[in-house]
């Protein structure tokens, strides 16, 4: 799975920000807000990978066991689902 094109994230007064680019713009009128767990788990789904391999990612980032990375995940892909984010 991975993240639509035509977003991008920026680091702005140190709060990670994704903005929508080009004809997203049309498309996606906001912009989200993420902590840096969240900006961590955006960066790893810029490209095609599995919750799995998200898992190992972010277990070998951060001081978290397989169950706790694996559920934080699992909410921020549901999230990313609802709302139309995710590639198909």
């Known amino acids: 799975m991975k993240i639509k094109k035509g977003f991008a994230k920026r680091n702005i007064a140190g709060s990670n ?3 929508p680019v080009g004809n997203t713009t049309y498309e996606f ?3 989200i807000t ?3 767990s969240g900006a961590f788990f955006w960066d ?3 490209k095609d990978i599995t ?3 998200a ?3 972010v277990t070998g980032e951060y001081d978290v066991d397989a ?3 694996r559920r934080d995940i699992e909410k921020f892909v549901a999230l990313l689902e609802e709302n139309d984010l995710i590639e198909k």
């Open 55 to 57: 898992v190992t990612m």
């Open 67 to 69: 169950d706790t990375a």
């Open 34 to 36: 993420l902590n840096d």
């Open 29 to 31: 009128n906001g912009m």
């Open 44 to 46: 790893c789904f810029t």
């Open 51 to 53: 919750i799995d391999e």
């Open 17 to 19: 920000i994704v903005v």
